[in-house]
């Protein structure tokens, strides 16, 4: 069974760092894609940067200059470094894998809450 675990969330105060980090097991194929997702209470869940299996990245524009989205050595790990923090960035982040042996898909990890405090 495929799991996407993250970690690294948490309370920080606004201008504060945070780096939350995705890891996948149960998986024999290499993501096409890994991303990170946040949603708040209410809204949609809204891409935040995404990372293709050649390393391009792209970030969303509340994002850019501020995290920076990578994969780890290991197979199908991704990390999400966010800098310079703010109140409105709190939200569940959610890591994303897209891909599959046969069949491409989407599979999503439980998320992680991160709170800015003012």
């Known amino acids: 069974q495929v799991q996407l675990v993250e970690s690294g969330g948490g309370l920080v105060q606004a201008g504060g760092s945070l780096r939350l980090s995705c890891a996948a097991s149960?998986?024999?194929?290499?993501?096409?894609?890994m991303a990170w997702y946040r949603q708040v209470p209410g809204k949609q869940r809204e891409l935040v940067a995404h990372?293709?299996?050649?390393?391009?990245?792209s970030y969303a524009d509340s994002a850019k200059g501020r995290f920076t989205i990578s994969r780890g050595n290991a197979k199908n790990t991704v990390y999400l470094h966010m800098n310079s923090l703010k109140p409105e960035d709190t939200a569940v982040y959610y890591c994303?894998?897209?891909?599959?042996?046969?069949?491409?898909?989407?599979?999503w990890g439980q998320g992680t809450q991160v709170t800015v405090s003012s």
């Open positions: 994303n894998g897209f891909g599959g042996s046969y069949n491409l898909r989407d599979y």
């Open positions: 990372i293709s299996s050649g390393g391009s990245t």
């Open positions: 149960g998986i024999i194929f290499s993501f096409n894609r």
